[in-house]
């Protein structure tokens, strides 16, 4: 495993060739059922590695919240259609309209200003109506704005195209997606088809939480869209395991730079932990523990890091510090030893940004 290239620690590992049979198999899954699939890359900071078996995957769209990956991934020489998810700042409308052909909307200057941006850049750029149906993030709240959005969009912005409508459910609220919330979607779609006499082309019914419905045949007939991301890198979500998909797609390794035993509650008199927090220590007496070089830098909360090593129990962290007991692993840790974890989704989002862990690309097709 410690060959040269593979020689820098903290290492995020991303397996290119588990992720592109993960696309294949939900991108197939969604074509037996007519839906078109966009893979969302914010999760991992559409590094280009990774973003590039999105293109290959034949992708409705690749979409992220920040506008700079998607720039960066047109640089790149991504050529699928990039979609932007977070409803766009007034401030990027000029650039919106260079680096993404589709965006979600949600208010009416924002598609002014787009409308004048694409002017300016003389482009065509699409917009997906998003409504709110409870989550209470973005989206129309009121239908009757909705339905003059709308037509505002089909009538009177020349230069943008209404693609559809869309909903985003589970990020504030933890709203289910249930068939009940798509066909709320739907009828909210089929009200502004209504209004502007055609027919959308794109119903788009949430991210990696509707999926779900596509497995059990639940899925109202009319969604015809989805946008994910987490499920597509971790195999499983909340209410969702996708036996087929991989869930090792990413590991994280750490190195360890002390072992010693120590007693497991501090010595003193107890004030604030690193980051000013009142923390309670529990009296488990000597124990053997380990020290690894990375922190809540690298990866936000210790608490989110799944330990691949038997018997290992997390302590804690500071900001460059990780400690672990390892009186009862199966093998005996030893300095210089690497741990592995596996990740959820808020910790890869940290690792994949920071300076100071490696990533390191396993398969796919550059290396096959
Ligand atoms: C992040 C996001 C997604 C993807 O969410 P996952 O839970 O990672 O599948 C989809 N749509 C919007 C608007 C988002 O912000």
Redesign the pocket.
């Given at each position: 495993m410690r060959d040269e290239r593979y020689d820098h620690y903290p290492q995020l590992e991303i397996d290119l060739g588990k992720l592109q049979e993960n696309l294949a198999a939900l991108q197939e899954r969604c074509q037996v059922s007519g839906l078109k699939l966009s893979g969302?890359v914010?999760?991992f900071s559409a590094m280009p590695e990774a973003a590039k078996i999105y293109d290959r995957a034949g992708l409705d769209s690749i979409?992220s919240?920040r506008l700079e990956q998607l720039r960066h991934m047109r640089r790149a020489g991504v050529k699928t259609p990039l979609l932007m998810?977070?409803i766009p700042m007034l401030s990027e409308v000029d650039e919106l309209v260079r680096w993404a052909d589709i965006s979600?909307q949600s208010e009416w200057s924002v598609l002014r200003a787009t409308e004048e941006a694409a002017a300016r850049a003389g482009v065509r750029h699409k917009v997906i109506l998003m409504v709110d149906l409870g989550d209470l993030r973005?989206g129309f709240w009121d239908r009757e704005e909705l339905i003059s959005a709308a037509l505002e969009v089909e009538e009177k912005l020349e230069n943008l195209d209404l693609l559809g409508v869309g909903t985003?459910l589970g990020?504030y609220g933890s709203v289910q997606a249930t068939p009940e919330k798509m066909e709320e979607l739907i009828a909210a779609a089929e009200q502004v088809e209504a209004a502007i006499g055609r027919r959308l082309e794109v119903i788009s019914g949430?991210?990696?939480?509707s999926v779900h419905m596509l497995l059990d045949g639940t899925m109202p007939k009319r969604i015809n869209h989805l946008?994910?991301?987490?499920?597509l890198l971790l195999g499983r979500?909340w209410g969702c395991d996708m036996p087929q998909l991989h869930k090792d797609v990413f590991t994280l390794r750490a190195e360890v730079i002390e072992v010693k035993t120590k007693p497991s509650h501090p010595v003193g008199e107890l004030s604030v932990d690193a980051f000013g927090r009142t923390r309670t220590y529990v009296d488990r007496g000597h124990r053997r523990r380990a020290l690894l070089a990375m922190g809540r830098v690298d990866y936000g909360e210790c608490e989110d890091l799944i330990s691949r090593e038997p018997g290992l129990i997390m302590l804690g962290a500071s900001s460059d510090h990780t400690l672990v007991d390892v009186q009862n692993t199966v093998r005996k840790i030893q300095v210089g030893d690497i741990l592995e974890f596996d990740l959820c989704?808020a910790t890869l989002v940290y690792l994949s940004r920071s300076e100071s862990v490696h990533l390191v690309f396993k398969g796919g097709p550059e290396t096959q």
């Open positions: 969302i914010k999760g979409g919240s998810i977070r979600l973005e985003n990020c949430g991210a990696s939480s946008r994910v991301g987490e499920l979500v989704y």
